[in-house]
């Protein structure tokens, strides 16, 4: 079984929204919304904490700041992979404006966590959100 090293980031604001971000059409899991995140570069040694904020520089064009990590949770992909997914509770650093890369990304909301069941999520978010207690 292929096994791969995943982050995602719950990115919250001053009211307590997360931010989900709405995949491309280009992509996997076409226009479905998401967590940001990513895959961990394990063969250049990165730490899970060193993707995420690379990943949300790169994606988002902004800085960020990991208050903690919420843990490591397993599930297997249709194709049979194995993810192993580090989730950190993070916020934006500064005041600084969303640039999305547009390549993988359409659109950004924040959203309640009333508001996120009226949203076609990824996989990879639905896992996360269960396991945070943020959908049922």
């Known amino acids: 079984m292929k096994e791969i090293q995943a982050i995602s980031g719950?990115?919250?604001n001053e009211n307590?929204?997360?931010l989900l971000v709405?995949?491309?059409r280009r992509t996997y899991?076409?226009?479905l919304w998401?967590?940001?995140g990513g895959d961990v570069?394990?063969?250049r040694g990165e730490l899970p904490s060193q993707t995420l904020r690379r990943d949300i520089k790169g994606k988002l064009g902004v800085n960020l700041s990991l208050r903690y990590n919420?843990?490591?949770?397993?599930?297997?992909?249709?194709s049979g992979s194995l993810i192993l997914r580090n989730v950190f509770a993070c916020e934006l650093e500064g005041p600084g404006k969303i640039t999305l890369d547009q390549t993988k990304y359409c659109q950004f909301r924040w959203v309640s966590v009333d508001e996120i069941k009226n949203f076609d999520l990824t996989p990879?978010?639905?896992n996360v959100l269960k396991q945070m207690d943020c959908l049922v």
């Not at 919420?70 to 599930?75: A, K, M, R, T």
Request: no cysteine; glycine share 6%; proline share 0%.
């Open 41 to 43: 570069d394990v063969k």
């Open 10 to 12: 719950v990115v919250t």
């Open 124 to 126: 990879g978010a639905i």
């Open 16 to 18: 307590d929204e997360l």
């Open 34 to 36: 998401d967590l940001i």
């Open 70 to 78: 919420l843990g490591l949770i397993e599930s297997i992909e249709e």
């Open 22 to 24: 709405q995949r491309t």
């Open 29 to 31: 899991s076409s226009f």
